[in-house]
């Protein structure tokens, strides 16, 4: 079991940067993969990013790719998303996942790869 809290989101210019950070409580986070999903108004959630579970091995959404990057620390539990270079495009409410699996495969950009979701948090970009 995962319960999983992010933070770090607000409001930015576009151009501008935010880190999310998620914070993980349970004995399995060092052997489970960890991600981000979005969703804007409107829109179906989305993927964004995953790591695997020793931090080697990332994947990102064609959207994010060059401007976002996803890391972890097992020993501090948590799992962070640096945003740079933010749009408009970039505004919804971002969720920090976790899953069971630990590794990364194609999978990972379904929403029923994910075990564990976050409540969520509101980034919003103004141009």
């Known amino acids: 079991q995962l319960q999983l809290v992010e933070s770090g989101g607000g409001t930015v210019q576009s151009g501008g940067s935010l880190r999310l950070s998620c914070v993980a409580s349970?004995?399995?986070?060092?052997?489970?993969?960890m991600g981000w999903f979005r969703q804007a108004p409107g829109k179906e959630r989305e993927f964004v990013a995953a790591?695997?579970?020793?931090?080697?091995?990332?994947y990102y959404a064609d959207s994010v790719q060059g401007r976002f990057n996803i890391s972890r620390d097992n020993a501090k539990n948590t799992v962070h998303l640096q945003m740079n270079s933010l749009t408009p495009d970039d505004t919804a409410v971002y969720f920090c996942?976790?899953?069971?699996?630990?590794?990364?495969?194609?999978?990972?950009?379904?929403?029923?790869?994910?075990?564990?979701w976050g409540q969520g948090v509101q980034v919003t970009v103004s141009s």
């Open positions: 996942v976790g899953d069971s699996q630990g590794t990364i495969g194609r999978s990972v950009v379904t929403t029923r790869h994910w075990d564990y």
């Open positions: 349970g004995r399995t986070f060092s052997r489970s993969a």
């Open positions: 790591i695997n579970w020793g931090g080697v091995v990332t």
